[in-house]
């Protein structure tokens, strides 16, 4: 698959620094949360030398899982990347979460990788394909990325691999029904009593050859008499799946011609279809007994990232342009060529400061290089709040993490992954390439966070550090959007899930010492008059020397959605002098902005001032802008104010299964379907205008209802008058703006 000559020793704990793109594989562990994707890690890297002793995830002791919130939580919530050295080759195995609340990690490792492991678990059976799972496969479908399949924890009782074959062939065989099949088969261990059945060796379906840990080292054997027949069966389907992707047309005539196809011819076809991503073997791993030195089926799976998935060379580039926008040609994966790199993960370490996780796609990245620094400015959603940031820069000290290690590097070429520490204020996404010539990579698509978390400073201490914090949490995490709600006077940390909350809360306080306290999101509601009302502002102060005096009158009627406020002039004859009557406008529209019932801005009303009085020299600016507050807040007193509440278009992408039950959910928000769409892949969009206080805790309960299958976008349409009974209650609850909050 490439020059492996490339390749030599310069890292720390034997793991190479590449010389040569052909030398490297970059590999993504996909899959749900607890189906093995760290342990399998740790596995590996036993395997290949690059650690003495493998970790457990119970323990907190796993290489991946290196991060305090992880040890804590017993569960990744970061990428990870940990090189190992194999036949010659650099293999950079990017570690995901598998929870979909750290959705953005997930796709910073696709971004970061040329081909995926997918990781299914035996005892979770169906469960084990999540819709996140499912959601990436599609995702690699999309662009070409070669893709396997690994079956884990089949030693746990009454798990089946012929089963969860058929499960991923279900699931992942949109190639084919051949597209999805074992290059393995399990052999399983006595079982015992409770149905445990271990997992004892593998059989090699090409090679017909026993692989062998029984005695704690692998050896070869040849297959017992009663496993000939299923070892028949699934080979020549193997081989007919292979043949069928070979580029060797005749070979298929030759198979069924009855000629035995050379095992060498067999391999080499299987290879070129894994690279291409039109063949997706399956195959199951286990970790290492305890004292023996690799894993069950660790040494096939380090052997198929070699010789079968492709190098950084074969990747289509990424698309690039100029900092303006103008298109320029594609870089080429050439380590003397111009450097184009990116920035996939952003973290921040209490020694080092902020560490920058770079994919560099052409030339080479040294230390103390001048590089160009560019970025998007793009939130999750592809807005741009803030402009286009460039900086000239100079690289620092170039590493190669494993866990908590940092490994000294003197390069980082094309193709190949590498930190980098103090880049700035480089931020995940941003582009770094010649300072003569800059470029700009296109950016990845991340989901929309949209369930909101409101958080306030803990104490005068944590004010000052608050918004630094937040900051420099939504620079790492594209995944998070911040916002400072004007309206509500709010701080809102947007986030994908309860899980994302909390972890983004013990990022505040553990990396940046920042203590906050989460409050109920609040709504931005507004009021309105619901008819014609009038009201007389009188304010008069004698109290000793210069004195005050203003009296107005003012009628309010309502005015369509969107028409804000209307101020209108009808004095005659000099009531109230023409200096003062912009004085009553500046009155009667701080009033409402203040609110009149609850506390909420007021809008589409026409307020017309009628007559007034005033004195000669008691008269003042001030005074006429209190008379107009006043008048304003009687008329207010005499009439019914309605409450205005947000309403959202809500889009909801859905299986055909969960239809109804969304249609009725969303009735239950007091929501108003207007519309269906049939799409691809058996799915629904359903559309719908939503009251924004309904859908606040939205992201959690369409996970739970669609068990994850379902997403949703939304956004805002307009305020409509909010049901008087929930009205009452807002008002009651002391204008929170969200009932029950």
Request: charged share 25%; hydrophobic share 40%; proline share 8%.
């Amino acid at each position: 698959m490439g020059d492996k000559a490339h390749a030599h020793p310069g890292a720390a704990g034997g793991v190479p620094a590449a010389g040569h793109p052909s030398a490297v594989r970059n590999v993504v562990l996909v899959g749900p949360s607890g189906s093995g994707k760290t342990t399998l890690v740790e596995a590996l890297a036993l395997t290949a030398g690059a650690l003495n002793r493998a970790g457990r995830v119970e323990d907190g002791a796993t290489v991946s899982d290196y991060d305090e919130i992880e040890q804590r939580r017993r569960r990744s919530v970061q990428l990870s990347l940990v090189p190992v050295a194999w036949d010659g080759c650099k293999i950079n195995l990017l570690d995901t979460p598998g929870y979909a609340d750290f959705v953005g990690e997930l796709r910073a490792g696709l971004r970061a990788a040329d081909a995926a492991l997918f990781v299914v678990s035996a005892a979770q059976e169906a469960q084990s394909v999540a819709a996140t799972t499912r959601a990436a496969w599609e995702e690699c479908a999309l662009v070409g990325m070669p893709r396997a399949i690994v079956v884990t924890h089949l030693d746990t009782a009454r798990t089946s691999f012929d089963d969860m074959t058929r499960i991923c062939a279900e699931n992942f065989g949109g190639d084919g029904p051949d597209a999805v099949l074992p290059l393995y088969l399990p052999v399983l261990g006595p079982e015992g009593a409770d149905g445990h059945a271990p997992l004892t060796g593998l059989t090699g379906l090409l090679s017909r050859r026993i692989l062998d840990h029984s005695s704690g080292e692998r050896t070869e054997l040849p297959p017992a008499p009663e496993q000939e027949e299923p070892l028949r069966a699934a080979r020549d389907r193997l081989i007919e799946g292979i043949i069928a992707e070979s580029e060797d047309e005749s070979l298929m005539d030759r198979y069924l011609g009855g000629e035995d196809i050379d095992v060498a011819t067999l391999i080499a076809d299987l290879e070129r279809a894994v690279a291409r991503g039109s063949f997706h073997p399956v195959l199951t791993a286990a970790p290492a007994a305890e004292g023996a030195r690799q894993g069950i089926g660790t040494v096939e799976l380090l052997e198929l990232i070699t010789r079968g998935f492709p190098t950084p060379l074969e990747r289509t580039p990424p698309v690039v342009t100029t900092p303006s926008g103008k298109p320029r040609p594609a870089p080429v994966c050439d380590p003397d060529g111009p450097l184009v790199a990116e920035v996939v993960k952003t973290s921040s370490d209490p020694y080092v400061g902020r560490v920058s996780l770079v994919r560099v796609f052409s030339g080479t990245l040294r230390p103390d290089d001048s590089v160009h620094l560019c970025g998007h400015g793009l939130d999750a959603t592809g807005h741009a709040p803030r402009p286009c940031h460039e900086a000239e820069l100079r690289v620092g000290a170039l590493t190669s993490p494993f866990g908590r290690r940092q490994n000294a590097l003197d390069r980082c070429v094309a193709g190949d992954l590498a930190c980098v520490a103090r880049l700035g204020e480089a931020e995940t996404g941003d582009t770094l390439s010649p300072a003569e010539d800059p470029v700009l990579i296109e950016p990845w698509s991340t989901p929309d966070p949209l369930l909101p978390l409101a958080v306030r400073a803990h104490g005068k201490a944590d004010e000052d550090k608050l918004s630094q914090g937040l900051a420099r949490l939504v620079a790492e995490d594209p995944t998070l959007r911040l916002e400072q709600n004007p309206d509500t006077g709010q701080v809102v940390l947007w986030c994908l899930g309860e899980a994302h909350q909390e972890v983004a809360l013990e990022r505040l306080r553990s990396r940046y010492g920042v203590q906050v306290d989460a409050e109920p999101h609040r709504v931005p509601l507004r009021e309105t008059f619901a008819g014609r009302a009038a009201g007389r502002g009188r304010h008069v102060k004698q109290s000793g020397g210069h004195g005050q005096f203003a009296i107005c009158e003012i009628e309010v009627e309502p005015l369509p959605p969107g028409s804000g406020i209307e101020f209108v002039d009808k004095v005659v004859g000099g009531a109230v002098p023409r200096q003062f009557i912009p004085s009553v406008e500046k009155g009667i529209r701080a009033q409402a902005a203040r609110g009149l019932s609850a506390g909420h801005p007021l809008v589409d009303v026409r307020v017309t001032l009628l007559d007034g009085k005033a004195h000669s020299v008691d008269s003042s600016d001030a005074a006429f802008q209190t008379a107009g507050a006043l008048a304003l807040r009687e008329a207010a007193a005499e009439s019914r104010i309605r409450l205005l509440e947000p309403v959202c278009e809500v889009s909801v992408l859905i299986p055909d299964d969960y239809v109804g039950p969304v249609m009725s959910d969303l009735s239950g928000r007091r929501g108003r379907v207007v519309g269906t769409e049939q799409g691809a892949g058996g799915r629904t969009l359903v559309r719908a205008e939503v009251p924004e206080i309904e859908v606040g805790r939205y992201a959690v309960d369409l996970r739970s209802l669609s068990h994850g299958t379902g997403r949703f976008d939304r956004v805002y349409a307009r305020h409509e008058p909010m049901p008087p009974q929930i009205a009452d209650r807002v008002r009651a609850e002391g204008a929170d703006g969200s009932p029950g909050a």
